[in-house]
């Protein structure tokens, strides 16, 4: 089958057309002029074309990536794909009909889901149950992000956004079996109006359950502990902490173990085969992620926005490393940060680091100029010790010239690789630093 997916470089959509391509299909894409890796770098190395292949006929399916709207290029091509009538579906249904399986295990929640549905392939995988699985990262051990098999067995990171050609939370289009809740946070402000409108997806969505199925949940989350009793089938609440030697670090990371744990455990998976996965699991790239160690300054790689997030990932460094300053290169990637009313919690966030380095403030033309956040709205919130410093160039020479023995750089960001690259060049320099 010839498959061409619109917003092909996105961490649904690459893993997607690897996929495709390895189960023999003819894959292209379209993308925006300037990509990057690593999703430029896999694309290239699988030799699937980008932005080559213009839209006719002979293409026998398009799938629309959920970043479709925010590309010229793609949007264009989807008023092309509705006018002449070829036939397309959403990255989110796709996922929907061919990957979620009849035993399908949804991971959902404001945080911890790219780990926990790793953890959860990674277990079902040594368990020779063979799942279809999707995961919103790159897992560490060597399996790939994106996997279809003959298994009735899925497990998938089931986001509440509403994007592209979405008209509910993601995780109501697809198959539920059982479900892990970590948090209902009311992230999403620009696809939820109200957190009462944020709730109700989660509401939605324990009410699919069915009777035989398993709804793992965090039990200090006390919005979802009253949702627990729309499920028809066994409310499991998940522990805060767990006995099974592991390499994570952090309090929240031990949460995320104790969680798919305990599903595992219900679902009737030997105890041997679980506790030996958790004891080789290795984590998620750009999750707590150490990325260089120079001149005993150590550079770590995180992916959260989210201030609970945040605060736990220091949490977590400063508990390892008591003794060391922390310092924060800061990008503001989601999109509930780019409101004022998003920032709510990050003083906190950040009471534990030294300093906070805020990167350019992205613009949004959907966000009124009264509701948008500035640099301003962020030294309200955070305080003195954030700096403003919208320019790369400016970032790396700040690093270089402010860096001392002992103190922990911590790169946040779930954003494109311009600030990753900014960070790599900060590490170059005290990596040749005699």
């Known amino acids: ?94 996922i929907a009909q061919y990957i979620a399986k009849n035993e399908s295990i949804l991971i959902a929640g404001s945080y911890g ?80 109006p109200t957190n009462k409108d944020n709730l109700n997806a989660y509401k939605n969505l324990i009410q699919k359950i069915p009777k035989d199925g398993f709804l793992i949940y965090n039990q200090n989350d006390s919005a979802l502990k009253k949702l627990t009793k729309y499920c028809i089938g066994t409310s499991i609440p998940y522990q805060t902490k767990t006995n099974i030697p592991n390499k994570l670090i952090g309090q929240f990371n031990q949460e995320n173990i104790s969680a798919a744990s305990t599903l595992c455990h219900h679902m009737g998976i030997p105890l041997k085969i679980i506790t030996q996965s958790i004891s080789g699991y290795l984590g998620i790239k750009r999750r707590l992620e ?38 924060v290169y800061f990008e503001p990637h989601a999109s509930f940060i780019l409101t004022k009313t998003g920032l709510k919690g990050f003083k906190q966030a950040f009471s534990h680091v030294q300093e906070v380095i805020l990167s350019q403030i992205p613009y949004k033309n959907t966000i009124s100029k009264s509701k948008r ?43 494109g690789l311009d600030g990753l690259n900014t960070l790599k060049k900060i590490i170059n320099y005290y990596k040749l630093k005699k």
């Open 1 to 94: 089958m010839k498959i061409h997916i619109l917003a092909i470089c996105g961490v649904m959509t690459t893993p997607l057309a690897l996929e495709l391509k390895k189960q023999g299909h003819q894959v292209s894409g379209s993308e925006q002029d300037k990509i990057y890796p690593p999703f430029s770098t896999q694309l290239q190395k699988a030799k699937i074309p980008i932005n080559q292949t213009p839209i006719n006929s002979k293409i026998d399916l398009y799938i629309i990536g959920s970043a479709y709207k925010n590309i010229p290029k793609t949007l264009n091509e989807f008023e092309q794909i509705t006018k002449q009538k070829l036939k397309y579906i959403s990255a989110t249904n796709y």
């Open 290 to 327: 150490t990325i260089g160690d120079y001149q005993n300054i150590l550079f770590i790689d995180d992916f959260a926005q989210n201030p609970n997030r945040i605060y736990s990932t220091i949490n977590a460094i400063k508990q390892q490393y008591p003794k060391h300053p922390i310092k």
């Open 113 to 192: 889901k790219t780990t926990i549905t790793a953890l959860c392939v990674w277990i079902l995988k040594n368990a020779q149950l063979k799942p279809s699985y999707m995961i919103g990262g790159q897992p560490i051990n060597n399996f790939p992000s994106l996997e279809i098999s003959d298994s009735p067995w899925s497990v998938i990171e089931a986001d509440e956004s509403i994007n592209g050609l979405d008209t509910k939370a993601k995780f109501l289009y697809y198959p539920v079996k059982h479900v892990i809740i970590t948090s209902t946070n009311w992230e999403h402000k620009d696809c939820y």
């Open 373 to 415: 956040s500035t640099a301003k709205d962020f030294k309200s919130e955070i305080g003195d010790k954030l700096i403003y410093l919208p320019l790369n160039q400016t970032i790396e020479k700040h690093f270089i010239n402010s860096l001392n023995k002992q103190d922990i750089l911590v790169h946040f960001s779930s954003g």
